[in-house]
């Protein structure tokens, strides 16, 4: 028998663990916007009883805010929008492994971290886009075509800062080697029609504006920009049209936004469900459809306006490259004099 000075305790451990049931609950951090998120973790929310505690900001910073919490970081799940990125979480002791059947059998390893780290829940391609008036498509063939002579002062991109082009030029790395890409880099830096500014609305918009006839850019950016209330943005996108590079060899490059369950989860299990969650078809086709970019899953259909772009064949690198040839991608796009 029990002394009776314990009850209490043992009454309020029991008290304590099941409101802990009653009210299960995860906490994300993720570097989508919330209305691109919210809606699917409210179904998460409807179907398991799990409430869901949303945190969102920029991709670093969340994971700088992750390492410095540690081990007493509240987060379960980190939601990011590179592949890169995932990377450097798991680099950094940040994750850890989810070994789900129902997630491995539904996400093509490419899709995903070797060890299970993370996961791709959408693929974002990174196409060249062109002017329709003034560019012929039968004169591109690859990314390495924006380096032709013919496009001296037409080429529009980004930044070298950015990771959208970081983790492009790694992906050319790993299928090319330093040495192609290195020259590659370089005559793209002698194509800029301007020094790279703004994000890829800004190229698209560019070259709708007569100030380059090439650009690189994601996908859901001219998708974004068609479904715009903006009329002004719908016009600049409509002179715009898709090229897909490197079809008669590696395919073109994509990415993945994806998710991680944290090293420091106190509510792992309720994670893994979510994880198990976002792979089912229906929050798929939402996820996908949402936020303008590609299925991960092979049996679910694209948006009709990207399926209007056509079928094309993507990259097949595993994306956990990307991460690993950052570091070198940064130095090629630095030594090449690419801002």
């Known amino acids: 028998m029990k002394p009776p000075i314990l009850l209490p305790f043992i009454a309020l451990l029991i008290l304590s663990a099941c409101a802990e049931q009653a009210n299960p609950e995860l906490n994300i951090y993720s570097s989508r916007k919330e209305a691109l998120i919210k809606p699917v973790l409210d179904q998460f929310t409807a179907a398991t009883g799990i409430e869901v505690n949303l945190v969102t900001g920029k991709d670093d910073a969340l994971i700088e805010r992750l390492r410095a919490e540690g081990a007493a970081s509240p987060a379960d799940v980190l939601i990011t929008v590179d592949a890169g990125r995932l990377y450097r979480a798991k680099a950094q002791g940040l994750t850890q492994a989810i070994?789900?059947?129902?997630?491995?059998?539904?996400?093509?390893?490419?899709y995903r971290d070797p060890d299970n780290h993370w996961f791709g829940l959408s693929l974002r391609a990174r196409p060249i886009m062109?002017?329709?008036?003034?560019?012929?498509?039968?004169?591109?063939t690859d990314y390495a075509s924006i380096t032709a002579q013919q496009w001296q002062g037409k080429v529009c991109i980004r930044s070298s800062s950015n990771i959208y082009n970081q983790s492009l030029?790694?992906?050319?790395?790993?299928?090319?080697?330093?040495?192609a890409v290195e020259t590659w880099a370089a005559g793209v830096v002698n194509n800029?029609?301007?020094?790279?500014?703004?994000?890829?609305?800004?190229?698209?918009?560019?070259v709708a504006a007569g100030q380059c006839d090439l650009a690189v850019a994601n996908t859901y950016y001219l998708f974004?920009?068609?479904q715009s209330d903006d009329a002004a943005e719908v016009a600049a996108a409509e002179q715009v049209a898709v090229f897909w590079p490197n079809q008669a060899d590696r395919g073109t490059h994509v990415n993945v936004s994806g998710i991680a369950v944290t090293k420091a989860a106190k509510n792992r299990d309720h994670a893994q469900q979510l994880l198990e969650f976002l792979v089912q078809a229906e929050a798929q086709s939402w996820y996908a459809n949402a936020n303008g970019e590609y299925p991960v899953t092979a049996d679910i259909e694209a948006h009709p306006l990207l399926a209007a772009w056509g079928d094309f064949k993507k990259?097949?690198?595993?994306l956990s490259r990307l991460g690993e040839l950052n570091p070198e991608a940064v130095k090629i796009m630095d030594r090449a004099g690419w801002p």
């Open 99 to 110: 070994n789900s059947t129902v997630v491995t059998q539904a996400i093509p390893a490419t």
């Open 130 to 140: 062109y002017a329709k008036d003034r560019v012929d498509p039968s004169t591109l």
């Open 169 to 179: 030029v790694a992906s050319m790395i790993a299928s090319e080697g330093v040495e």
């Open 192 to 206: 800029f029609a301007r020094q790279p500014v703004g994000g890829d609305r800004d190229q698209i918009k560019a």
């Open 224 to 226: 974004g920009m068609l």
């Open 315 to 318: 990259d097949a690198l595993n």
